[in-house]
């Protein structure tokens, strides 16, 4: 897991890290491992938070979860 630490988000994106971070924590997992987040979860989840995330955040938050699923997949 070495590798995988680099330099720090800019502050300016940060939040989008911390919105994935706060939806994979209530990832769910099924018999074949994790679900990738739906959009009906974060959907419940901008709803709970009052956090309103824009198209373009919305899509950052996919393309992270979908390199987090193809990491975890390579992990195996």
């Known amino acids: 897991m070495e ?7 800019p502050d ?3 939040y989008v ?5 706060s939806l994979h924590a209530g990832r769910g997992y099924g018999f074949s491992g994790p679900n990738p ?6 959907a419940a989840w901008m709803s709970l938070t009052g956090i309103e995330l824009s198209a373009w955040e919305l899509d950052v938050v996919k393309r992270l979860d979908a390199l987090w699923l193809k990491a975890m997949s390579e992990d195996k």
Not at 3 to 9: A, E, H, K, M, Y
Not at 37 to 42: G, K, P
Request: glycine fraction near 10%; proline fraction near 10%; hydrophobic fraction near 50%.
């Open 17 to 21: 890290w911390s919105a994935f971070n």
């Open 37 to 42: 987040l739906s959009y009906e979860n974060i």
């Open 12 to 14: 300016i994106v940060e």
């Open 3 to 9: 590798g995988l630490i680099g330099p720090p988000f």
